[in-house]
Every structure is written in C-alpha cells, then in structure tokens.
C-alpha cells in the first residue's frame, strides 16, 4: 500500500517567520530540514498531498535522510506527525525572532551551538528597548467603581457565557474551496455529498484535514462514485469511539455518548438518525443531546423511545435550552411531564362461566357434555 501524506497548514508564513528560520532555527538543526520543512509548508497551502516515495524524489533524499530531518521539525516544534495507514502532518508558525531568543531551551540552544557572541548580537538586534518618555503619567485609569454592581448572578452568567462551547457547523463550503478540481473532481461534489460531509461533519466535530482523507479513501474516482457507507463506517471506527472523562461525561459526540451509557459498541440506525434529528432540527449542541440521552435513557428503561425523545425535545427549544448548563439545570427540575406514558396491559375479561365453580353446575348436565364429547370424538374416528 502506498504510504499517503496529508499536510494540514493553518497559518501563513510572514517575513518575520522567515527571518527566524533562516537566522535562528536553521543555524541550530542538526539536520537541515529547512528544504523539508518549505516543501510541506507549500504542499500544504495548496492542499495537495503527497506520497512518501514522491517526498524522497522532490528532496532528492533517501528515506532515512527524510525521517531524520522530519525528526528534527518534531523536535524544534515546527512540525507534528501522526500515523495510522497514511501519515498526517501539521505544520507549526514558528517562533519570532524575539521569542526564539527569549526561549527557555531554544534560546539556550542557540547560545550553545553558535557561541555567546552570536548569540549576544541576536540578543541585541531583536531586543525592543521601551524608549524613555519625558513627562508626567496623567493616562486616566480604568475606575474600579463602574463594577460596584457586580455580584455572583453577574459572575455565574459571565462564568457560563465564557466557558460555553457554542456548536459550530462544519464549513462545507470552505471545505470544497480548498481541495483543488484536480484533486477531487468537481462533477463528483453532488449536494447530496455536500449535505453528508457538513452534516457528519458537525456531529462529530471533524477537522478538515481528517474529513479530506477519509472522503477520499472513499471515492472511486475512475467511476465517479462515492461508497457513503464506507465513509460512515470509517467515520465511525475514526471519530465514534471517543473516551469518555468521569469529570465531563457528556463533551464527546453523541453516538459515543450512547455508546458509553448502554455499554456495548453496536448503535442501531435509529438512535442515530434520532441524533440527527436532535442536531439538525431542534439545532442542540453536542452537550445539550447528551443531557437529553441520559434523561430518556435513565427514565424510560434504558430505551430512547424516539417520540418521547422529540417531545421532550420540543418542551426544551420552547424553553431556550441552549447550554450544558441550562440542560443540567432542567433536567434537575425532573418534572413529571417528562414521564413516559406507562404501558397498560390489557387484560381480556374472564368469561362468566369460569366465575363459577364446578360445585354449582348441575352434575347432571356434567355428564351429558361428557358423553356429547365422547360421541364427537368416536365421530371423528369413524
């Protein structure tokens, strides 16, 4: 199989960046892997990927040589390397040139190799010194009194806003822009594969580098087609299996959530075209479905019973339930209104005969059935 590489780049070089590669980080690596590190950095603006043996023939180097200068970015923190059948790098801005020389180790490092006189010059040309200005401070200070009114309702609410991870859905349309015709063909971008990438997309809270990779493992680009169960599948054995914290049980997607709360891998279509619905209908975060699950999976039987599941569903959007918080806060209410209907069973009325016991029948009438009986049964014989 052929090893792919996957370069994710989420930022821009600046001149500054530059500068500090060329004057700070490249004098100090044991392995220039300068060459390395701008080859990906360009692969990766232009999202294209490439393949290990494709890498060693652009640099003109042999596998190990890649490896070790590959090592060398791990370690300068330029790069991150993840692997599981292709590989995966994410390319990091380094340092300006005034933190380089600032840093605890890289600074030291620096000193170390290319001795302290080198090292003192940088110390200087990146030094800012804060010029002295004549005159009195007269710069009006912010006035403590104008929080006077401040108290805990004020923090609590302030506490909630700042901590609340607002659901973001998956930027399908920025997504598509950044993978070039030639990499994933434009005929082959149908709405109904738009509307599949941005809904699982936001469910599970996809990077795009991992969403590229898995969608094109997927897509036979000979036929024109796209195998949407495999792509499922692999989103689920990828990104449908997170660990759940004791601490915050319910900030994982929901189809891991349910799997933690039933016990076993297996979720039946229906518990996840209900989280669907739960996502794209009523517009619930993450955390808010995972509230509600538990709810419905605690009150009726470890079942989620999808009417009842709406229902409680559409009491929540009338009442504004956006956060973890508000969905803890309802739920600790437990009101009875959200109590399943319980099951009646239906019993049949006994027939009026069976009231009665043998005592009361006529003895008599007894035997004369007994003998009917017999004659049907000497009937059938004949």
């Not at 518990?271 to 739960?278: I, P």
Request: proline fraction near 4%; glycine fraction near 4%.
């Amino acid at each position: 199989m052929v090893e792919k590489i996957y370069i994710q780049v989420d930022f821009e070089l600046t001149n500054e960046n530059l500068e500090a590669l060329v004057f700070l980080y490249q004098p100090v690596f044991s392995f220039n892997a300068m060459n390395l590190y701008l080859t990906l950095y360009q692969y990766g603006r232009q999202n294209m990927p490439l393949d290990a043996k494709q890498l060693r023939s652009i640099l003109n180097e042999s596998k190990d040589e890649v490896v070790m200068k590959r090592e060398e970015l791990e370690q300068m923190n330029l790069l991150s390397t993840y692997y599981e059948y292709h590989y995966h790098l994410v390319l990091h801005q380094p340092l300006s040139p005034k933190d380089f020389i600032s840093h605890a180790v890289f600074g030291r490092l620096f000193s170390m190799v290319q001795g302290q006189d080198a090292f003192k010059n940088m110390v200087l040309k990146y030094h800012k010194e804060t010029q002295e200005i004549e005159g009195k401070d007269i710069t009006k200070h912010f006035d403590g009194n104008r929080l006077s009114v401040w108290d805990d309702h004020f923090e609590s609410e302030y506490i909630q806003v700042k901590n609340e991870k607002p659901k973001i859905d998956f930027d399908v349309d920025r997504f598509f822009n950044q993978i070039p015709d030639a990499i994933y063909p434009y005929k082959m971008r149908t709405p109904e594969l738009r509307n599949l990438i941005k809904e699982v997309g936001s469910i599970h809270a996809v990077d795009m580098l991992t969403m590229k990779r898995l969608m094109i493992e997927n897509s036979n680009f000979d036929e024109k087609t796209f195998n949407t169960r495999g792509f499922l599948f692999s989103i689920d054995r990828t990104l449908g299996q997170m660990s759940v914290d004791q601490n915050n049980p319910y900030d994982v997607d929901p189809i891991s959530f349910i799997r933690y709360k039933q016990g076993y891998d297996y979720v039946v279509d229906g518990d996840r075209n209900l989280v669907k619905s739960l996502t794209n209908n009523f517009k619930f975060n993450n955390q808010v479905i995972n509230v509600l699950l538990e709810f419905v999976l605690d009150k009726n039987e470890g079942n989620l019973a999808r009417g009842f599941v709406e229902k409680i569903a559409s009491t929540w959007k009338r009442n504004n339930v956006e956060t973890l918080e508000d969905a803890l806060k309802i739920v600790a209410m437990d009101q009875p209104a959200y109590q399943p209907k319980p099951k009646v069973k239906k019993v049949a009325p006994m027939p009026e005969f069976v009231e009665s016991t043998t005592e009361q029948v006529d003895e008599a009438e007894i035997a004369r059935i007994r003998e009917r009986l017999k004659n049907l049964g000497q009937q059938e014989e004949s």
